[in-house]
């Protein structure tokens, strides 16, 4: 099969696709929910979806910096790199 179609096929189905993320995310915060690790090394790591919890935190506070420290850094006036 062409590459091209694989991802016009991925294209069209993003909604699809977008849906079985979603449900597969939430699978895994629901398993962390019930399955506990055996010996946890953190106090918090007792907590139900800690793990989920942490990488939520986590992304949106990389997200937070990157847009509002490091993009004015790095970013370029329009027209910059034109002649």
Same mark, same amino acid.
Do not use: Q
């Given at each position: 099969?062409?590459?091209? +179609?694989?991802? @016009?096929?991925? &294209?069209?189905?993003? !909604? +699809?696709? =977008? ?9 895994? $915060?629901? /398993?962390? %929910?019930?399955? +506990? *690790? !055996? !010996? *946890?090394?953190?106090?918090? @790591? =007792?907590?139900? #979806?800690?793990? #989920? %919890?942490? #990488?939520? $935190? ?8 990157? =847009? =509002?420290? $490091?993009?004015? /850094?790095?970013? &370029?006036p329009e027209g910059?790199?034109?002649?």
């Amino acid at each position: 099969m062409d590459i091209v +179609k694989i991802l @016009e096929t991925l &294209r069209d189905n993003s !909604h +699809k696709l =977008k849906l079985i993320w979603w449900a597969f995310l939430a699978f895994t $915060v629901i /398993l962390n %929910i019930f399955i +506990k *690790p !055996h !010996h *946890p090394h953190f106090e918090w @790591e =007792k907590i139900p #979806g800690a793990w #989920g %919890i942490f #990488g939520f $935190v986590c992304s949106v506070s990389l997200i937070f910096f990157m =847009k =509002k420290i $490091v993009y004015p /850094l790095i970013s &370029r006036p329009e027209g910059y790199y034109e002649c």
